[in-house]
């Protein structure tokens, strides 16, 4: 009977794990769901507490609804802890951290209470979302997205090299030109205007007064303007490649041996043996 | 004599229907390019009586040419109701309704004068220049831009997710950092400039003014300046494709009249047959 | 003797026009170089006529600067219409007009002094560099780049449309949503405000205030970031196909008829006999 | 005896030249690595003793910090001037000057103390850092970006000719139509703004206020959205070329040893023979 109850247990438990963790069955896509709808909820209700006239007048209502998100957040960790093979490993993961996170702050300020830091970790829920990817038809598309990255990842070092020495190099000579009276008052604030300028961002809060300040500026922005193209050139190359990877089965001819037969091909292309 | 009667009236609704929601025969033609100047000349009548300067010295005429153009729109309706298989359809379709809304507001603004939100939709009919794309020579490309926007819709969202999460967090951060003091008063409002900033759009109405602020800031620039590439890579791969798959050869098997043969292909690669 | 006279007249006008308008020859490319660089100069000289400061201190060194460069290119202008064929299709030219718009002004500014309209004319010479763009190595690029955007032609009309819709439903939605006390007075304005958003300009000269308004402007941003894709995906295809073209030969082999040979290739890479 | 010290000397100047010069040994990794972190504090010092508050506070310290620097790296630069061949070679090379740029400004402060232009030179140390990209993993990744850019050199000439001349044309028409009253003070402003404009990094500095200026300012922001589409283009093009290049198969022809085959072809394309 003992046997029993620990079979029925462990069979709950399994249970408990495929609606949490994954996505396959219909409980498991409609917890999902709700969860991603109550995050983004509580991320919303920690958001509108910043506000002043909001905190003002329904400052005890986002108190509640926050401890209700944070007992119920709780609750989820608790379960997530418990159906889990190695609860350790879970607690110690990304997303276990991320969980974690979620529901501490709530408590923690119950002993220091006012501490604005909690509120950027209380933010930090919104990573939560990104479990909604776990849904089957968005993990080709994030690992393709991913391979480009990962490809493409030491060509963007080496732009994001040239970008940096280009900024700190024309921020120093900007700040030379310009100097303390046109609000360039340091070569960090030249390189800030710098990335500003190159980024094609512009605030505009610091800009060249002298002429041969925005002459320097024009150089800078066209330059901004045109190297965008690099990463873009990069990234797009290199999708392009994974999408050709796909695109092009693996099988050989066993006639030829020729390649680079498409999914759907029977035969051989170029000796019409069968595949 | 009725029956005549009948069919002329048939035969008159099918002309009708010819010129209004064709663009094959000369007169259709005529009648759509006629259409799309009314439209944009009706559309910027609205603009200029949003003018306070035009209004007060033209506001009469204004007011005429704007009836003279929702009666010819109201005619035109009229019509298309008339000559269409199904009116109720048509009157609950897209066009349909952006067809009503272009006229509704003159008639209501008679009985509720004054208005504001009138203009909003008065301005709508804009969407109907969109009906000149029906002309033969756009509809190809129309279709392949939708294809490739279709075809990457979701890398698309899975990239709207990590921009607006990174908003988000860096928006809770800068909130932290600079603080109301310098116009960080909330954290939407610093959401708001986190986009504001990431695409780089940079209106300066909010800057930051710490050192560790505008080193967030520059930080997000070069991360907003190098993650364009993505959803650009994204798109020009998809289009490219969609390019590729025009570029498929025409030609079928004469055997199993399977077609999308590689312009190489010597045998028909679903029954071998030489091609 | 007479006859000897004309020959030589007429070898003497194919000798100029060979300098004047070819860049084959080593006195030709000379010429157009050093046209190039007068017409620059020409420019620099219009452009420091319009800064006070200099204007008030080297006005008189200008003015003559500006009277030998208009006799200069009046005698070039001159040569040009001696040495072509049908001097009255050179002058009717885009060229044409160009070259004696070069000249034109100053002439009618000894009628009708202080003309500032005239400066506008004079800063059109720029155009004249774009003769440059005849030596040899820059007309294949040329080439490419207009097939490219030729053929991106009506894709890009699309995109147009569909911004400057979106430009105009944004652009009165914040005039109804800001108002007049915001600095958004009048549609056109809105419309402005929304390009200048969309585009991801940002000057920041208008911008929303309202809560609602700042979301709305958010929602502009990322569209204006992401649609930039479109365009970009369009041109870069378009580009990338103007390549392939080049690179494969049109020949076809004559054993076995396949296409698609390189433009090195010697022998059919199916078949392996001679091309 | 004498022989042996040389040897003995060749052979630590041969030690000394892997170490400093290379990459591929350990003890070459670990001075490299070294170096670039130095090289990366000495300028972070040299930009934080621009802030003033930090040069009142750590003065002393920074001058201390910055003579270390400078001994270190003079060190380092006669070491190189010892163990390369050819030191005059190596003394007037592109990395030689940069190296001696990083040293001589605190020597020439002894002399002529003050001199702020000293600031830029010690910031051009800067440059050392790419001397990192030695590391064998990025050599390829460099010459790849490099072939692309040069590849590309005389398209994105072009496109900045036509760029250049856009903005020097609006720059003229928008000072006509603003003219000093609106800020447009000379022509050369008005480029100022029309590059700020159509790099589309929009300061709001300069903005025009009339409504035919905002018209052209619309349009100009417009067609800069579209044409960054162009350079991107071009680069990304040239980019897929290069990848695509080096996915040439690696076969050679048995018979004429040519290579640079295809991977779908079964025959050797320049002399026949069955590969």
Redesign the interface.
């Known amino acids: 009977m003992k046997n029993n109850n620990t079979e029925q247990k462990s069979n709950f438990k399994f249970k408990v794990h495929e609606i949490i963790f994954e996505a396959d069955t219909k409980w498991g896509r409609i917890f999902d769901e709700t969860l991603i709808v109550l995050i983004i909820l509580s991320?919303i209700a920690?958001?509108?507490d910043?506000?002043?006239a909001i905190r003002l007048e329904y400052g005890e209502a986002l108190y509640i609804i926050e401890w209700a998100f944070t007992i119920l957040f709780s609750i989820e960790y608790l379960f997530r802890l418990y159906c889990v093979g190695r609860p350790m490993k879970y607690a110690g993961s990304f997303y276990g951290i991320v969980d974690l996170l979620a529901i501490l702050p709530t408590y923690i300020s119950l002993i220091l209470p006012g501490t604005?830091?909690l509120?950027?970790i209380r933010?930090?829920r919104?990573?939560r979302?990104?479990r909604?990817?776990k849904i089957v038809?968005?993990i080709g598309?994030?690992k393709?997205?991913k391979l480009?990255?990962i490809a493409s990842r030491?060509?963007?070092?080496?732009?994001?090299?040239v970008?940096l020495?280009i900024a700190?190099?024309v921020g120093?000579?900007i700040?030379?030109i310009e100097g303390?009276e046109n609000g360039f008052?340091?070569?960090?604030?030249g390189?800030?205007w710098s990335?500003?300028?190159?980024?094609?961002?512009?605030?505009?809060?610091i800009?060249p007064q002298t002429?041969i300040g925005?002459?320097l500026?024009?150089m800078l922005?066209?330059m901004?303007?045109?190297i965008?193209?690099?990463?873009?050139?990069?990234?797009?190359?290199?999708?392009?490649?994974v999408?050709t990877d796909k695109s092009v089965s693996t099988r050989s001819c066993l006639e030829?041996s020729?390649?680079?037969?498409?999914h759907?091909?029977?035969?051989?292309?170029?000796?019409?043996?069968?595949l």
């Open positions: 991320v920690v958001m509108l910043s506000v002043k604005q830091l509120i950027i933010i930090l919104v990573l979302v990104f909604v990817f038809q968005y598309e994030i393709q997205l480009a990255l030491r060509k963007i070092t080496v732009f994001l090299f970008v020495t700190v190099v120093s000579l700040y030379l303390e008052t340091s070569i960090p604030k390189i800030y990335i500003v300028t190159l980024t094609t961002v512009g605030y505009g809060d800009s002429e925005q002459l500026a024009a922005m066209i901004g303007y045109g965008i193209a690099v990463p873009t050139g990069i990234v797009t190359v290199e999708m392009g490649r999408k030829c020729a390649e680079g037969h498409e759907d091909a029977v035969h051989c292309k170029f000796c019409g043996a069968k």
